[in-house]
Each structure stands twice: as C-alpha cells, then as structure tokens.
C-alpha cells in the first residue's frame, strides 16, 4: 500500500486481484450504508468487480436496497441497444446484484441538455453518495469529463474527444457506429462523494495514472482533481501502477 497526498493506492498483482480487492472494498461500504447511496461505471475495467461482487451474493451479501446512479450514457441510444450503458449495466450488474434502485442518465431524452440538469438534481436530492467507484482513460477523462481548459462541473451533454471515440470503437462491430456524444455528471458530483474507489488496470494506464496522482492539477487531465479529495482509494494492477512514485 502507498500513500500519495490524501490518496491510497493498492497494488494488486494482476487484473484478477485487482477486482477481488476492489470488490472486497465496496462490499465493505456497502455493509456499512446497506441503504446508501452509490455511484457506478461502465467500461471495461470494472467488469471483474462486478463478477465479484455476483459471488459474494452468491455467499450472502445484500445489494438490494442499495440506491445506484450511473455516472455516463452514450447520447444518443436507446437503453435496449447491447452498446448502451443502460444495457451493460442491467446485464453485468442490476440484474446480478438484485440492484432495483438504479438511475442512469436518459440516452433517448429528447432534450439531453434538460436531462442533465433533471439527472444532477436527482443526485442532489438522493443525500450523501457513500461511495463513487471511477475508472480513468487513456487521457485522463473520469466519467466523460474529458480534457479541457477548464474544469467542466455540471452535468452536460458532451462531444467525446476522438481518443475516447477510438478506444471504444473496439466495442462496436463498425467504428462509423461509435457514438460521438455523451451525457456525464460533472466534476462537482463526482468530488462530492465520500470515498472514491478509482480502478485501474494495465500498462497502457501507467502514463495517465501517474499524471493523474502526482502531476499538476489542472483540467487537460480532469482525474488530477482527485487529489483534492479527501477520501480516494486507488486500486491497481502492478502494471498500471508500473509509473507511480
């Protein structure tokens, strides 16, 4: 374990481990609030945790009264699309986890600016998020906050920077069908969070997770705001973390 700022980073030996860790984490938060508040990604890397989490159900933990919300949906798409988050969430993690109080932003709204404020005053309302679990990309972006030249705070719809759009072109079968869009809370509902569980998995990570925790702060990397949270906890494999100091 490392200390860094106000920042903990476990280093687990691979992806496996990883997961289990992080797992082990927010299961344990999640005993502590069993009707708290809880922020979710997608993506790739949190997809081992979730599988752990689906065993220790299967071993007795509750998940069930849990209030769930999502932090990104692709704009525009329909939640029964196979490429939607509301559809990954469902298949990787409500329906595993027996999770029924779940929100995620509305990628059909017809109005995706009203949306984003609706979404961000329904966080609001929800009280105290006990827990927000984060990925990072290649180029910093945590939701799709991506880099900018300031800090974007609220709720929005967004354009994905291109490198984002590449990264997820794997996941599509025509890269002409990657969404350019996005809906994301902001940097302010992310760092009002109590604890953060940040993921990070691989060496293509390395860069920007050490940017990220011991760079300047400063928007053209939006997960370097983390280091002014008091409570984030980082778990990551030896090879994404190959780069801290």
Known sequence: MVMLR???????????????????????EVKAA???VFGFATGSTPEGMYVELA????????????TTFNLDEYYPIRPEDAQSYAYYMKQRVFDPLGMVKTNL???????????????????????????????????????FNEPDEVF?????????????????????DDA??????????????????????LLVSGAGK?????????????PRVPASILQLHPCVTVVADTAAAAKLR
Request: hydrophobic share 50%; proline share 5%.
């Open 176 to 197: 002409a069908l990657v969404p350019r869009h996005a809906l994301t809370v902001g940097i302010h509902s992310i760092m009002m969070a109590k604890k953060i569980l």
């Open 55 to 66: 065993k220790l159900r299967a071993r007795g933990a509750d998940f069930s009264q849990i």
């Open 105 to 143: 932003p509305d990628g059909t709204a017809a109005d995706p600016a009203a949306e984003c404020l609706a979404y961000e005053q329904k966080l609001a309302d929800a009280g105290d998020m006990a827990m927000q679990i984060l990925g990072i990309g290649t180029n910093g972006h945590i939701g």
């Open 34 to 36: 069993p009707a708290g």
């Open 152 to 172: 974007s705070c609220h709720a929005a719809h967004v354009p994905l920077a291109q490198s984002t759009i590449d990264a997820n072109a794997r996941l599509f």
């Open 6 to 28: 106000n920042i903990t980073v476990q280093v687990a030996d691979d992806y496996a481990a990883m997961s289990q860790r992080a797992a082990a984490i927010f299961a344990a």
């Open 206 to 218: 390395a860069d920007i997770l050490a940017a990220a925790l011991g760079g300047p702060i400063t």
